[in-house]
Every structure is written in C-alpha cells, then in structure tokens.
C-alpha cells in the first residue's frame, strides 16, 4: 500500500468540511503534536486515547502530556464521561463522503468517538478509499467482520420529530481527522 494521493485527500477534506469536520494531513512524525496542538487550540485539557500501534509509535500520549493535556488509556469507561477529548485510530476512510470507518472488537476503541465532546480520529492516507463502494467489497472480503463497524461523517447531528436539528446528541460536538502519510 502506498499512501494516499493529493487529490484523494483533497476529496476527503472537501467531503468532511461539508458537514462541519475539520481535516488535516501531517506525516507519521508529526502525528503527536498535530493532535496536541488541535486540543489546546480548542481548550481541551483532559483526554481519553484508545492508543493503537500508530498511536503508540508516533508519541501521541506523550505529547499530549507534554502539551498539559491530562491523558487517560485505561478504564475509558470510567473517564469518558468526563473527558472532553478522545483519540483513536480508524482503520479506513471514504473519500466520496469525508467518513472514517471503525472496526472494532473493543468497547473502549467505540467509547472513544462516541462519548467526547471532541473526537479526533486518525486515518492511514493509505486506507482510505475513493467510494463508498470500494469501502463495502474490502468488507465483503473479510474473513470474519468484528463485533463493530461504524461510519464516522462529521459531528453528531440529529433531529426531533419537529425536524429540529442538533448537534452532539448521539456523539461529538467537533470532530477532526487527522490524515497520516503513511508511507
């Protein structure tokens, strides 16, 4: 796999900044202070990361730390009602629609995203796919799918019976994805 193409990002980030995500794209050693930067910029001093080897590698606890971000990696449960940040990694992207797709076997990977205030996920470039299409026969192949697939496409929105819309009901209020070159 190589990492993911200018204009398939550019796709990506126009596709995200739609519904009101945020995208950037920094290499895998910029990946820790890219995130550290993002929660200070928005005011968030406490956070839970759902560390993956990528994570792990590129530093991102430790730069949070660093930063003065208080950061929590064990009992998510019990932190992410209070934690106003989260972190993990997606294991692929749709560009056509600016989605992050989950696929986790691990309650603590799905809290993450689903219970800050703001979510940050991460994305190899080379995951990502042009469509929607592509993203349900790299499913369709897989030997045996985990307990949890879930499409991530901006902020949480829903609306009432009236057809009122709000934000941050059934998830985060912001949400940035961070594009790493993988490769």
């Not at 290499?27 to 995130?35: E, I, Q, S, Y």
């Not at 929660?39 to 080897?53: L, N, Q, R, T």
């Amino acid at each position: 796999m190589s990492s993911i193409t200018d204009d398939l990002y550019e796709l990506f980030k126009k596709n995200l900044e739609s519904v009101n995500g945020i995208s950037k794209r920094v290499p895998k050693a910029g990946l820790g202070k890219a995130v550290a930067e993002v929660f200070k910029e928005h005011g968030i001093s406490s956070a839970c990361v759902f560390e993956s080897p990528l994570l792990k590698e590129a530093g991102v606890v430790s730069e949070l730390a660093a930063a003065g971000i208080n950061v929590h990696t064990d009992h998510i449960r019990l932190h992410a009602e209070t934690d106003k940040g989260g972190v993990s990694e997606a294991q692929h992207g749709i560009a056509e629609l600016g989605t992050i797709v989950q696929e986790q076997d691990d309650v603590d990977g799905r809290i993450v995203a689903t219970m800050s205030e703001y979510y940050i996920g991460i994305v190899k470039g080379s995951t990502i796919v042009p469509t929607y299409d592509d993203m349900f026969d790299i499913l369709s192949k897989t030997p045996q799918l985990p307990n949890y697939v879930g499409f991530i496409t901006g902020p949480s929105r829903t609306a009432d019976i009236e057809c009122v819309g709000t934000v941050g009901v059934h998830g985060p209020i912001d949400l940035c994805i961070i594009v790493v070159d993988d490769e």
